[in-house]
């Protein structure tokens, strides 16, 4: 299919869905210029302004169905967070506790709003699309390591998508992962959540518990560490016993078993408590399009207009 063919069908296919719904629509827009994938919405009262961002495409290369599937999907998904999520919460979560807790939310909100297209009717084939754009991800990077925490809001968005009965091509992983107790117990919640703000009630809450976790191993690791000291204080081996200026002095090795910046049971976490759950694979599947389009895009007249449609890179189309 050339890529002319595909912008049309697109913006076509967005078109007829962007209208469907029971919400009020001011105008959508569609980009074919971006550096990577995204959309940009405000809302006021029911009524919608989004804009969808596509990475540059070459009318004129041959595009595969599966790829133009996928653009399909992923735009739809894109225009479920217009629907459905509200942004506000999200924003100050992210705002007060860092980017990581935003991440948790995106990948708890993103099978919830997925749910709700699917279930609003507005998209009648979405489910198939989410089900094979979820796959392709997947089939294209693999999956994360089960015990790798910074990619837990990954793993949270493709084990909710399971939730939502997506047949994935991937086993599921949460039990081999030392936070499944706490995992299973988010993504439980987040499957019956009504709202954004309900998921960012169980974000904050499941960071509480990740910084809890790791907070009491490692006081579990120090006291540990004390005990195998303090042994080898008690039994010095025949070195030590000869040379014992080398010694640690009482207290000298001790280490503090509160840790900064770690709340503790009945509060919430300070910022900065999961630095080392920062990072991690993105949520959004902003580079898979940006990767599936890279052998597609043209460096030269990326924003010239199309000679068959006589229109610009993008498309509007405005409702009252």
């Known amino acids: 299919m050339l890529g002319l063919h595909v912008k049309r ?40 302004d989004a804009v969808i961002v596509l990475p540059n495409l070459d009318e004129n290369s041959n595009v595969d169905n599966g790829t133009f599937s996928n653009l399909i999907g992923y735009s739809i998904h894109e225009l479920g967070h217009a629907w459905f999520t509200d942004n506000g919460p999200w924003d ?17 909100e993103d099978p919830r709003i997925e749910k709700q297209v ?20 997947l089939n294209k990077h693999g999956y994360v390591e089960p015990d790798d925490k910074k990619n837990i809001p990954f793993m949270l968005a493709i084990e909710g998508r399971r939730l939502n009965g997506y047949a994935i091509g991937f086993e599921s992983i949460v039990d081999a992962s030392p936070y499944s107790k706490h995992l299973k117990w988010a993504l439980n919640r987040a499957n019956t959540a009504k709202d954004t703000a309900s998921i960012v009630r169980i974000a904050i809450e499941l960071y509480r518990r990740l910084v809890e976790q790791d907070k009491q191993e490692k006081q579990s690791e120090q006291k540990q560490d004390k005990q195998s000291e303090q042994d080898n204080q008690d039994s010095p081996s025949e070195v030590d016993s000869i040379e014992d200026e080398g010694e640690p002095q009482p207290g000298e090795n001790e280490v503090s078993e509160g840790a900064p910046n770690v709340p503790g049971d009945d509060e919430s976490p300070e910022p900065g408590a999961g630095k080392s759950f920062e990072g991690g694979r993105d949520v959004e599947p902003n580079q898979f399009v940006k990767d599936i389009l890279k052998s597609h895009s043209s460096t030269a007249d990326s924003f010239r207009s199309r000679p068959s449609a006589n229109k610009p890179t993008y498309s509007t189309f405005n409702w009252c």
Not at 13 to 38: P, Q, Y
Not at 121 to 134: C, D, I, K
């Open 9 to 48: 069908g697109v913006e076509t296919t967005l078109e007829r869905v962007f209208k469907s719904s029971d919400n009020k629509f001011g105008k959508l827009e569609v980009h074919w210029n971006g550096t990577t994938a995204g959309i940009n919405f405000s809302k006021q009262g029911n009524q919608i």
């Open 92 to 108: 100050r979560a992210r705002a007060k506790y860092g980017e990581f807790v935003g991440n948790l939310i995106n990948g708890l």
């Open 118 to 137: 699917i279930a609003s009717g507005y998209a009648p084939n979405s489910r198939v699309l989410f089900e094979n754009l979820t796959n392709a991800i």
